[in-house]
């Protein structure tokens, strides 16, 4: 397990990401999160799920698998993390995909005391134009400390059917100002992708500095 680590070693929080389905861990998307991360004083490891590595080895399209089964393999990074003696405290999570998988064994996760919380950006709360197909089952009843970044135009789950979603009290959702899935908003909105970014590092960030006051 490899490690693309940026922001400071002495982090008080280190949050450990996975990219979205299409794309990987050195994606411009991500590269610009983590330099805000970093600016910010919050320190990232991102990876890359095993399917996504061998399509940049071999450069096939191969899709990836069920979210269920790439469980096992964000466990393997968050030993692998550890093993890096990480400071403060960590938190998981990922873009879409990547932070689907990391909902999926947070609870577990944060029972044990290893993590503090979760944190997805575009939770892929749905297929788009298949909303009946809800991935939503385990976040009823979550107690980890959790964040989800949303765009307010996100096909995968817009503000009026998340809010019916009766999701744990548990989570909390900001909402990017007129962002799609990447959080990206329509030009005439008046809103930035980078205002948007910097919006969602900074509700990390205050995410994360309550956990700190709790623990």
């Keep these: 397990m490899s490690f693309l680590i940026t922001g400071p070693s002495n982090a008080k929080t280190t949050l450990l990401l996975a990219p979205g ?8 998307w991500m590269d610009a999160l983590c330099a805000v991360l970093a600016e ?15 399509r940049q080895r071999t450069e096939s399209r191969r899709p990836p698998p069920k979210a269920e089964v790439l469980m096992a393999e964000y466990e393997a990074a968050i030993v692998a993390a550890e093993g ?5 405290q960590l938190l998981i999570g990922g873009k879409s995909l990547g932070g689907r998988v990391a909902s999926l064994v947070a609870q577990t996760l944060f029972d044990s005391g290893r993590i503090a919380g979760l944190v997805c950006l ?4 749905h297929p788009p134009k298949q909303p009946e197909k809800l991935r939503t089952a385990h976040l009823l009843d979550l107690t980890c400390p959790s964040l989800i970044v949303q765009g307010e135009r996100d096909p995968f789950g817009g503000p009026e059917e998340v809010a019916g979603y009766g999701l ?17 908003p329509r030009r005439s909105s008046g809103a930035t992708l980078d205002g948007n970014l910097a919006e969602a590092v900074g509700e990390i960030v205050r995410f994360a ?3 700190i006051g709790q623990s």
């Design 21 to 28: 389905a299409g794309v990987p861990a050195t994606s411009a």
């Design 40 to 54: 910010a004083g919050i320190r990232a490891l991102r990876f890359d799920f095993d399917y996504m590595a061998a």
């Design 84 to 88: 890096l003696g990480v400071r403060g």
């Design 122 to 125: 575009g939770y892929p709360f």
């Design 168 to 184: 744990s009290d548990a989570i909390h959702v900001h909402w990017a100002r007129d962002g799609d899935h990447d959080l990206s």
């Design 209 to 211: 500095e309550r956990l």
